[in-house]
């Protein structure tokens, strides 16, 4: 079935430090690709999205690429603030059915 | 403002007890899902629903049942609780489409004694 695999955390980052969070996956076809971000003590919220291949997703400084070779939609911060602090999921509709598959979350600490 | 709503934030139960966890959403969603989530395991699916009355089971159904009797509510019932039901579930809806998000609740911490 579909997967997806991120990279083990905890990673601990300065403020102003540059951010990668790796995510690969497994699926049928092309589907859309998520990253969600989830503060502590709450639910997760949508961060960034990217529908097909090559498409960038975008948002609060972070971003993530499509990309279909690789089987990868890595998230990236060019510089990092403690109010980042926090775990981020990458997530994919699942092929069988209709709820999104996630990673195993990744979480982010970021030192002042 | 798409909102998704869980009725508790905490919860401290006893095991045994039978409790119920209530999600509403404000935004017409067709899908609504429950989901748990455990350190180093994320967020796994225990049971989701694409229609009134309608359900399927998600990867770790055992111990659980939902309930889904008007479009914009979704209970997950635990029927006799244990303790290795401790844990924070997740409460989620989107539209029909494979490729649409999900909004998330904020979570219920249930800690089974």
């Known amino acids: 079935g579909d997967s997806v695999t991120q990279m083990e955390g905890p990673v601990t980052l300065s403020e102003e430090a540059f951010l990668t969070i790796n995510c690969t996956y497994t699926?049928?076809?092309?589907?859309?690709l998520f990253w969600y971000v989830q503060y502590p003590g709450e639910g997760l919220q949508l961060l960034l999205k990217a529908t097909k291949a090559d498409d960038k997703g975008s948002n609060k400084g972070f971003e993530a690429t499509y990309r279909k070779e690789t089987t990868s939609f890595h998230l990236e911060k060019g510089s990092v603030q403690v109010s980042d602090s926090a775990v981020y999921f990458c997530g994919l509709p699942d092929t069988g059915r209709r709820a999104l598959t996630f990673g195993s979350g990744t979480r982010l600490q970021v030192q002042p | 403002d798409v909102k998704v709503t869980q009725s508790s934030r905490y919860l401290v139960k006893r095991t045994g007890e039978k409790v119920f966890l209530e999600c509403v959403q404000d935004?017409?969603?067709?899908?609504m899902f429950w989901y748990r989530q455990d350190p180093g395991l994320g967020l796994r699916l225990i049971y989701f629903s694409y229609d009134v009355k309608m359900k399927e089971k998600g990867d770790i159904p055992e111990g659980y049942s939902v309930s889904r009797e008007k479009k914009e509510r979704f209970s997950l019932i635990l029927e006799s609780a244990s303790t290795n039901q401790t844990s924070m579930y997740l409460c989620?809806?989107?539209?029909?489409?494979?490729?649409?998000?999900?909004?998330f609740g904020q979570g219920t911490r249930l800690t089974v004694v």
């Open positions: 935004m017409d969603h067709e899908n």
């Open positions: 699926a049928t076809g092309y589907p859309s």
């Open positions: 989620a809806s989107s539209l029909v489409g494979r490729n649409t998000e999900a909004f």
